[in-house]
């Protein structure tokens, strides 16, 4: 897949850290970007394609946020039909031991830590998704 065929979710509370996503995404030619402040957010839109269509390719979310935080997100993302193939990783700025395997035990092996190094971002997306 080409870097400008995904379609991403940016899930974060921080208005900063999304636009920070965004500008790295763009930046490597990913254009159909789509965004949500919380979990709660992020179904409406996903529950806003229809049919089998495939809601994103990609999403990228927060782990601590307001209304629903990004665990509880992620376990909705694994039980939709619409996010069947859709890549997940997490954002956090824990980086303790116990949480990030908490995070592995509960089915969350993609993640990136805060504070955001473009560099790292593009390359966890781009082993995630199988980039050319």
């Known amino acids: 897949m080409k ?5 991403v979710l940016i ?5 900063s850290s999304r636009n920070l996503l965004r500008q790295v995404l ?8 789509s965004e949500a402040d919380d979990g709660i ?16 390719d990609l999403i990228l979310c927060d782990y601590m946020m307001a209304n629903m935080d990004g665990q509880n997100f992620f376990d909705w993302v694994m ?3 619409k996010c069947s ?14 949480h990030i395997e908490a995070m592995g035990n509960s089915g ?6 805060k504070p955001l190094d473009p560099q790292v971002v593009w390359s966890k997306v781009s082993l995630v998704c199988g980039l050319e």
């Not at 957010?41 to 994103?56: Q, R, V």
């Open 108 to 113: 969350i092996t993609n993640y990136i830590l």
């Open 85 to 98: 193939s859709t890549q997940f990783i997490m954002v956090s700025s824990f980086d303790e031991s116990s």
């Open 41 to 56: 957010s992020a179904i409406e839109l996903i529950d806003n394609f229809h049919g089998d269509e495939k809601a994103f």
């Open 3 to 7: 870097a400008s065929d995904l379609k």
């Open 11 to 15: 899930v974060d509370d921080d208005s």
């Open 26 to 33: 763009a930046k490597f030619s990913i254009e159909d970007i």
């Open 79 to 81: 039980r939709s039909q």
